[in-house]
């Protein structure tokens, strides 16, 4: 398989963390324009893994350890969700924050993706959602990723049906005459409540319960 | 840090926002903006209201020292022009600066509006009376913004001077790329037109479709990172109408190289190339310059295009100048170089 090596608007996804220096974040997956920014940051940047061909019990097996502040997941590449979340949110701290991406299984533009991605692992939001809430998260925001998740130059509030509309409105740039085509289409899936369909990816950002949150 | 953002929007600016008519009503969403090609980049990030079809702020961000002078350039530039009431309905209103962690963020209202550039992308403005239609919007502007910033004159490119950028086409290029009889051409031109003077005004820096926004009735511009005062007026308009020529879809959905693109605007004949002609020569004579001596503006503009740092504040990332290095031979070397009639 061939490593993408992450892109630019991709480094951007640092921006949906509360991130301060000094602390330390964890990254999954191949995201260099990302992890040499968050360096220069100030943080401390573990990789996870730089393989996405790894098998899981690879992966999943970096260490067992409490300790990092955030992770950041740019792109799942693993079918078993629930098992890989729950080695996830055995890395955070609690209190973490954890920011990671989906390839859409709902989306309007799966018919149109080539052959390799057509075989990249897709999960639906709410089953993301639910995955999360189950491994001891609480989702705090979600946002549809335009154009790919791995080059996600605009990030969209999937929670706000006007903010979608205006999108789709104001910025959506089609690249050919059936994407551009879709554009009334899409302004009324946004408007009727179906806007997760509308994009190839989306990424979630997830808090990891505390105990007072557990008590709570 | 979108969260921190917010919470500081709701806690510590209400009460600015509020004197600017701005209302906040949380739950806020956040919709970013970016761009994938530049190393030091920008952020954009739309403030949207609780159920609100149009964005309130814009908090364009930025953690690299040379954008944060860019973004402070337009903060100041904005704080000044708002102060002409002609123009500070078409452009975005100052709100204020924020430092957050090593982030500098601009806080501006919002310009509604779609681009311009978003139209030919989407092969909306494609008809002759659309374009005329933008042309004159975007010289109505320019007239606008030279009026209000008017501040005497300079002096007609002369003929040492039009050597001296040649020059310096020389010393990146290896050559000018221009031939010598045309090189004598402007030379003539520029001794011939020694006594015309060129307005002194403000320059937007980056006035292309894409920072042009229309909406029913009403205009903005945007993006005023690249601003420039006292300069000349004319690179905004040759840029306009360039850019224009660069991304209108003159094949449908069908590529179109820049080098092709911009010989059908301003080589080739046909309506849209006779449209940018009869703008810049009606903008131009407004200010009384003649057409020959436009000409000698244009390619002057396409030397100052080409030459990496001829442009003080260009706000272009990633460099365009070997783009525009090409686009001047272009017209340099056409048998029919169309300014030049």
């Known amino acids: 398989m061939n490593l993408t090596e992450g892109s630019y608007a991709q480094a951007d996804l640092r921006f949906l963390l509360p991130l301060t220096a000094g602390q330390s974040i964890g990254v999954l997956g191949d995201a260099r324009p990302l992890v040499s920014i968050l360096e220069e940051n100030g943080l401390s940047v573990t990789s996870l893994s730089s393989c996405l061909d790894q098998p899981l019990s690879i992966v999943v097996g970096v260490g067992n350890h409490a300790d990092l502040d955030h992770i950041i997941v740019p792109e799942f590449f693993h079918d078993s969700l629930g098992s890989c979340l729950t080695h996830i949110s055995q890395w955070l701290k609690p209190g973490g924050w954890l920011l990671i991406g989906f390839h859409n299984s709902e989306s309007l533009y799966r018919p149109l993706l080539k052959k390799d991605a057509k075989n990249k692992p897709r999960f639906s939001l709410r089953k993301c959602t639910r995955a999360l809430e189950k491994s001891g998260f609480r989702v705090v925001c979600y946002y549809g990723t335009y154009d790919k998740l791995q080059n996600p130059r605009v990030l969209i509030p999937l929670d706000n049906k006007p903010a979608v509309d205006y999108f789709f409105r104001s910025i959506y740039t089609p690249i050919s005459r059936s994407l551009a085509l879709l554009q009334p289409l899409a302004l009324l899936l946004a408007n009727t409540g179906f806007q997760r369909v509308l994009f190839r990816g989306f990424v979630i950002v997830a808090r990891r319960e505390t105990h007072r949150d557990h008590a709570e | ?341």
């Not at chain 2, 090609?37 to 079809?53: G, I, M, S």
């Not at chain 2, 430092?99 to 550039?117: C, K, Y």
């Not at chain 2, 309506?271 to 703008?279: C, F």
């Open chain 2, 1 to 341: 840090m979108l969260n921190e953002i917010v919470e500081i929007l709701g806690r510590e600016w209400r009460d600015v926002l509020i004197q600017s008519g701005i209302e906040l009503r949380p739950p806020l969403s956040i919709l970013k903006i970016g761009n994938d090609e530049l190393t030091r980049r920008k952020v954009n990030l739309l403030v949207f209201n609780h159920h609100e079809q149009q964005p309130i702020l814009i908090l364009r961000l930025t953690q690299i020292d040379e954008q944060s002078s860019f973004l402070e350039r337009e903060y100041e530039t904005l704080c000044k022009l708002a102060k002409h009431e002609s123009l500070a309905s078409s452009i975005p209103h100052p709100l204020g600066l924020l430092e957050l962690q090593g982030t500098l963020i601009v806080v501006e209202s919002v310009v509604p509006g779609v681009s311009i550039f978003l139209y030919l992308h989407r092969r909306k403005h494609i008809r002759p009376f659309l374009v005329k239609q933008d042309f004159e919007l975007a010289c109505d502007f320019l007239h606008e913004l030279e009026r209000v910033t008017m501040d005497g004159d300079l002096p007609f490119p002369d003929a040492g001077m039009v050597q001296d950028k040649l020059e310096q086409l020389c010393v990146n290029y290896g050559s000018t790329g221009i031939p010598k009889d045309y090189q004598e051409q402007l030379l003539k031109i520029a001794d011939e037109y020694r006594s015309l003077r060129l307005v002194r005004c403000a320059r937007h820096g980056d006035y292309w479709p894409g920072n042009f926004l229309v909406s029913s009735g009403r205009i903005g511009v945007i993006d005023w990172e690249g601003f420039t005062y006292p300069d000349d007026l004319f690179h905004d308009i040759f840029f306009f109408t360039s850019t224009y020529a660069l991304f209108y879809p003159w094949h449908g959905w069908g590529s179109c190289s820049p080098e092709e693109a911009f010989s059908l605007g301003f080589i080739e004949r046909n309506w849209l190339s006779a449209r940018i002609k009869e703008t810049l020569e009606r903008f131009f004579l407004k200010l009384n310059i003649p057409p020959r001596a436009m000409c000698l503006l244009f390619i002057l503009f396409l030397i100052e295009m080409a030459i990496p740092s001829a442009i003080k504040n260009d706000p272009r990332d990633p460099p365009q100048h070997e783009k525009w290095f090409s686009l001047l031979k272009i017209i340099a070397q056409s048998k029919n170089p169309f300014l030049a009639k």
